[in-house]
């Protein structure tokens, strides 16, 4: 397993991903919502193929079954996705998976699957969706980690990156972003710096 990257970007598309591994990303989420199926399984199938050129791993979004079926090796489930989620079969499959959080009851359910990270957010206010839950802030990023120990605690929603070292210092061990890469008027320079920000040294 290829440890979990401190930056992680979430897309909606393969081009996307190459993209984003082409300026260094190690850790991208595929997050392809309303597609046709066919359209998906390709997209994932793609997606996986150029993360595996790269030495980087993808996760997922959501599509387990499509997951299994394409030989992923990991997914990520929001609280709506581990209703109809079969974990035992992702298990079998030998398929790791985060799941997001944005309460201590969500935090509970999460910790009983035992899951490979726990994403917490919003942390701050986003634009990428409608969020029944307000910004966490980053006293709860704290919070977390100290709930969740050694796993990897994921910080997402409206993050920056400028606001990024400030969830890192906080308790975070990775930081995801959406917007401040795919909205900025050069993304792979905008995704060149947050790798420069965020990368451990070896």
């Known amino acids: 397993m ?24 190690k850790l991208v989420q595929l997050r392809a ?17 150029a993360c595996r050129s790269a030495g980087a791993q993808l996760v997922v979004n959501d599509y387990w079954d499509v997951a ?5 090796d990991f997914v990520h489930l929001g609280q709506g996705d581990l209703d109809a989620a079969d974990i035992a ?9 985060g799941v997001s959080t944005h309460d201590h009851a969500e935090l509970e359910r999460a910790l009983s699957l035992d899951p490979d990270y726990v994403a917490l957010g919003p942390i701050y206010p986003t634009r990428l969706k409608a969020m029944a839950f307000g910004p966490q802030g980053l006293e709860r990023i704290g919070e977390w980690k100290m709930l969740i120990g050694d796993r990897p605690l994921v910080a997402i929603g409206g993050i920056t990156l400028e606001r990024a070292p400030l969830c890192l210092a906080a308790g975070a061990d990775i930081v995801s972003v959406v917007t401040d890469i795919t909205l900025n008027e050069d993304p792979e320079a905008r995704a060149a710096a947050w790798v420069a920000a965020t990368r451990r040294p070896a």
């Open 2 to 25: 290829i440890p979990l990257d401190a930056f992680y970007p979430i897309v909606d598309s393969a081009d996307w991903v190459r993209r984003l591994l082409g300026v260094g990303a």
């Open 33 to 49: 919502k309303d597609r046709p199926r066919d359209e998906l399984r390709q997209e994932i199938r793609a997606a996986l193929a």
């Open 68 to 72: 299994i079926d394409e030989g992923a």
């Open 89 to 97: 079969r992702i298990r079998a499959h030998r398929i790791k998976f």
